[in-house]
């Protein structure tokens, strides 16, 4: 039996671990001072204040008034580690400041987002390292708190968001609006966070039974067995070392595709140009450990735009003049996105090890999809929402005006228009007058840089107008960003 | 891409605590046995008088576990629990669903810990961890430590204190880890590339 | 203060004819939400946009605006912030203080109109200046506003507050752009960064650049070391970046390859390119010396170079057969096996034969020449020559 003295170790750890706290919470105090556009960051900080303070009460109440047994060794070690992870998602808050967020289009974003998610709020913040990204925060948050605090795991905190989601986008891509329309895909992450769409098509029969497969075939493929540690055998382990990875690149690919699908949803066609645009997206076609192969995220939001009437919308034959030609080149490149996929589909994939797991997902599309479309309201992005309004769109654009309102003859306000119907003006300007394609010299590739420079910023500026235009005209059409 | 980092990141500091404090609370119970009434209270200071005896000795000893040390013990035990049950998740062909991974990784991390921790297990690291399980369950119904046999309580002890390293470790790493080729290994947390 | 006709001034009919157009010509204010209140009887009311630029004090000990263009550039971006608002936001502007704005409002002008936007004199009297600012026909974009408080009162700016007005009129002789405006939607700098007699006017205190161009070994280099030693010019060469990027490639810097590799940089990057990126150093050391240039090729860079008004361009040239012999004369180490017919073949590319528009055009250079010198004998006639022309130009600048 361990006698009750003191040990210098555990005395460390817990005199690091209480500097620390008081510490952070300084820092904290000193980032609460900063200026920020939104509240987002303070609801932030009013949560990682909270658990600083819990842990900061706890090692002193475990420190005070008798020495410390060996035996508290671990439970100050969870708690330095809980401060470690404060430190880390105090970070984000360090981000909201930075001046490369373009502003213009966070309050949009986070105004669409309330609406579809009401108890969401989002952090926005350039990173250089990792492109587009989603984290989910209140989890993790509220995961810290509960075990801090020793909660009952559901119990949430009134008055906060159930979920904070935080994007990351490449800086460099701050000034292309278009390419931000790859936000879609993150939001497809956060909507299925919210909705768990990802976990049911996991757990739904069809799904695991086509997965069943794979994951025995693994198993009776089995190399020899795997050395448990210390020289141990267990044959559950050696299963266990072959399932893990499997099973995580199927709930891996499960995520990126429900993503996919709802991004279609959440920005129509712009989200599948967008996509297609980023380099390795269509050069690297092949699969990853992260991501399905590129040619099926496209044939997955091919079908989805089908779904939402976009064949019928860009039917060339039914538009005259400018329209017509407009259709005919949006519809020319979604065809070609569409060779794309059909090309892939009938390679093989690298190895077999991915070209089972492809094949489970060939024909689970259409499941995933419809797992998505149960949880869609009103809000998607159907071709007939946005049908009235992006090709009026696309003549303000045509005539250096930003397309922020659907102009309506011979009044003097003009219609308020969607995100969602701006965006896709946008690209379907872009691909009708072929501002993508490639320069032949250096004088061309600046006149076309510029150009798409002017129908980036017009795009912008439209997002920003039309959402004051919001603010100012309509009753509470304001961002709420009152705790 | 979805950053998987911090969550699994929080999801060991989580563990790291429960098993942490059952550690603690573990200490704790060996010290009720350190209670002893002496038999001859006149070994006292004289202005103790009995009634204050008592207090010093009753109130301010406890015989027992709390019900919040109690609820840190029993949390462990299902921790531990979770681990067992994490063997018949594998059987994919039965058609129970895909297997739980956090599951699997605790049943992992547990294993690794009765083999680091030097208990001779043998192929029967069930039985062992069934072992670990019964232990804290009988502590969690009252029994006092002298019921408890001593090698018993010390191998529960190191596992568990193993176990948290463990913990501990992963948790620092899973924010790190930049990839996939842990995917293959002892399974690591993950950030996940676009 | 006002230079139009007061008659001309469009009032409401007018306005909301203009606004309510085809959209090609259009007068476009957009989004206008309260044309009731913001459409008044002769202007049209407009809003504070949703970024700032204010001046950040104590980074900067003064804006020096007679310097090179992206040193200007630098020193006005590290002199302001932007602050980025939302609609309603609140920014207390201080007691004669300045900052940067832009009207909410994006405003599409047609050619055949013109306007000076203003404040309001509600404002103007709480203290807040809006300094009247010309708004040009074919302006494409939001309002730049400069705004001032005139009082000693701090004065609270609310975004999305009505806060100025544009006053429009007819142009009586409409002149379409041939360029495309560019679209201003947030608050820049001044366009002084375009103002390029400020840089002449700096040049005019000072000596003046010479460039040397002239067909392969007529002794353009020679020249320029004449220059150099006797007369203490700076020699910049446009060569010196082909040398450099030849070492980097780990090419040796034969006639072939500075031939190609000065192409593929004229093509990549515009024909001009080389000039261009001299201009900086050009700019500085001018202040101190003359300049002689070297290793000029093509049209475009005498045209870049042709920009500074104190430049003037210097040809030589000799037969092909006495700039054979001195050719190898200097070059016997490098390329020791050139042939008669080798020479004359890089000769003719260089004057440009078979070149495209971005490649060797040293005889369309030497068109633009302000004197032209044909080397018969030694190089020192050549060097009096040159003098001569020295002394005539200093009596010029003179």
Known sequence: MAPATAHLDVDYLASAAIHQALTLGDSLRELRAREYATQTPLILLDLLEGIVDDVRDQLLELTAGRPLEAARRMELRGLGQALDQVTELSEYVVRCADADVPWGLVYPLELFCRQLTPESRMIIYPAWRHGYTYGELMGTLYRIMRSVRELPEGEFLPGYPRFLAVFSFPPIQGPNILQNAAWGHEIGHHLDTVFNVSAEVLKAPAFVQRAGGVLTAAQVEAPRAARAPQGQFDPNYERVSHLTPIVKILGGWVAELVADIFSVHVFGPASLFAFSEIPSALAWSEPSWSHPPSWLRIAAMLDELRYLGYDALLDAAQSTGHRAAMCAAVGERLATLAQVAARGAVEPATGRFFASITGVFAGARGEMASHVRGVVRDWACRAERIAGDVFELVERLDNVIPPCEVDLPGELVGRATTLAAIVNAGWFYRIWRSLDRAPRDGTEARELHAELARLNELVLKAIELSAAKRQLTEVGGGVDDAL | ?194 | MMPFRMDGVLTRPDLVARLTAPVAERLVVTPLTDPERQIGSNTIDLKLGTELLVPRHGRTAYLDLHQRTEAIAASLEAAHERIPLQIGDEFILHEHQFVMATTLEYVGMPQNLAGYVMGRSSWERAGLHVRPARVAPGYRGCIQLQLVSHKDLPITLVTGARICQLMLFPVSNPVSSETPNPVRARPYFSPILDDEELVQLQQSRRGFILGVVGTLASGRSLLAEHLARVHGFVHLSLSTQLYAEARQRGRRPTLAAMQELGNALRHANGSSVLADRLRGDIQELQRVSNLVITGIKNVAEVEALKRWSNFRLIAVDAPVERRYGWYLDANRLTEPDLSPAAFAEFDRRDRGVGEPPWGQQVDACMRLADRTYTRDGAISELYQKLDAYLDELRGMLL
Do not use: C, K
């Open chain 2, 1 to 194: 891409m979805i950053e998987r980092g911090l969550g699994e990141q929080s999801r060991f500091i989580t563990y790291v605590l429960l098993i942490g404090r059952a550690l603690s609370t573990l200490a704790e119970y060996r010290q009720l046995a350190d209670y002893r009434r002496p038999a001859d209270f006149r070994q006292l200071p004289e202005y103790r008088q009995p009634a204050e005896f008592r207090r010093q000795f009753d109130e301010e000893r406890p015989q027992t576990l709390s019900d919040v040390q109690r609820g840190r013990l029993s949390q462990a035990a299902d921790h531990l629990r979770r681990a067992a049950r994490a063997h018949a998740s594998l059987d994919v062909a039965a058609g129970q669903g895909l297997p739980d991974l956090e599951a699997v990784q605790i049943y992992q991390s547990v294993y690794e810990a009765v083999a680091l921790a030097g208990i001779r297990a043998g192929d029967r690291v069930a039985e062992t961890i069934a072992g670990l399980i019964a232990t804290l369950d009988r502590i969690v119904e009252g029994a006092p430590v002298a019921a408890i046999d001593e090698q018993s309580l010390n191998d529960l002890e190191r596992v568990l204190d193993t176990l948290a390293v463990i913990y501990s470790h992963r948790a620092e790493r899973a924010n790190t880890a930049d990839t996939f080729e842990s995917l293959l290994q002892w399974p690591q947390p993950l950030l996940i590339w676009m």
